[in-house]
């Protein structure tokens, strides 16, 4: 059995536009790299982090990889110890599941080593307390297609229950970050407590024509139901040029075009690779004419979430 193990969790996309806390999806990059290994004495220990500029802990009570695997080694019965590396390669506040990756990668990575008690399904709840840690709600839009791969709808929260959706093979996300942090708690803190009942009827026709058109591959269907009246409007003052990089976004022919979780990265998704890599330089631009860098992803739907690189 394998001692040490290097574990990529992936970037994700969170609420989709329409489906706030309830659906997600997962990219091929960027994401984290984790490396775990097992030591003699129990316990937890974060031996280094790099990419974070300094900014996470490496308190183990205070870091999403080692939250995650805390519950999991009680839940299991289990006093194996684990030093752990870190390796933070995509940007932290983004809107791209930063600390959800690092908490799938900490969990699936534990229990690859430990014999694989639980299956992969099972580690979700795990998972989860690393979201917990980092944003106050332990929300799965996340963490679920993090540890899954694909298109992941979140049904209930309690009991929780996870659908895994089928998309299409050519559907392709561009996402764009641009060099600003918004914290996902003072995104969340600025939402309606209550909302017309006439925008929920229009949303809810969104959510449910959305995972239509991506289990029958209409991207018609897909397209005009990219539309969040909810939360979009609300947030998107938050992101400065939000509504020119959407238009640029729409015009170099994205179906959809939104804010990835709590932003500020907006993703837009598109039919082919060609069209999503226009779209993207068109919405890199759009930012830089409005004097803000940023970072471009271009990737198709990741199938298969975390990826073991090395093992020892």
């Known amino acids: 059995m394998a001692s040490k193990v290097k574990i990529f969790a992936p970037a994700t996309v969170a609420n989709v536009t329409c489906g706030y806390d309830v659906l997600g999806f997962a990219v091929q990059q960027p994401g984290d790299e984790v490396t775990i290994e097992m030591r003699e004495e129990p316990g937890i220990e974060i031996k280094k982090i790099d990419g974070d500029q300094g900014a996470l802990p490496k308190n183990p009570n205070k870091n999403t990889v080692s939250v995650s695997i805390k519950p999991f080694l009680k839940h299991i019965g289990s006093q194996q110890g684990f030093n752990i590396y870190l390796k933070k390669k995509m940007p932290l506040g983004s809107g791209l599941g930063s600390s959800a990756a690092s908490a799938v990668a900490g969990v699936y990575g534990a229990n690859i080593l430990l014999g694989e008690p639980l299956s992969v399904e099972e580690l979700l709840p795990f998972a989860m307390e690393g979201e917990a840690l980092a944003c106050g709600v332990a929300h799965a839009d996340n963490v679920a297609p993090a540890l899954l791969g694909g298109f992941v709808l979140i049904r209930s929260y309690d009991p929780l229950d996870v659908v895994q959706i089928p998309s299409p093979s050519d559907l392709y996300a561009s996402i ?94 598109s039919n082919n690779s060609n069209t999503a890599e226009t779209v993207g330089n068109t919405m890199k631009e759009a930012f830089f004419n409005l004097g803000i860098q940023s970072d471009l992803f271009v990737s198709p739907i990741n199938q298969k979430g975390p990826l073991i690189l090395t093992g020892s």
């Open 176 to 269: 764009i970050h641009p060099h600003i942090e918004i914290a996902t708690k003072d995104a969340r803190s600025i939402l309606k407590k209550n909302i017309r009942m006439v925008d929920a009827v229009k949303q809810w026709g969104n959510l449910a024509g959305l995972i239509s058109g991506l289990y029958t591959g209409n991207y018609e269907l897909i397209g005009r139901s990219m539309e969040d009246v909810i939360v979009e409007p609300v947030r998107s003052v938050l992101i400065p040029g939000f509504d020119q990089v959407k238009r640029a976004a729409m015009k170099s022919g994205a179906l959809g075009c939104g804010i990835s979780g709590s932003g500020p990265s907006i993703f837009a998704l």
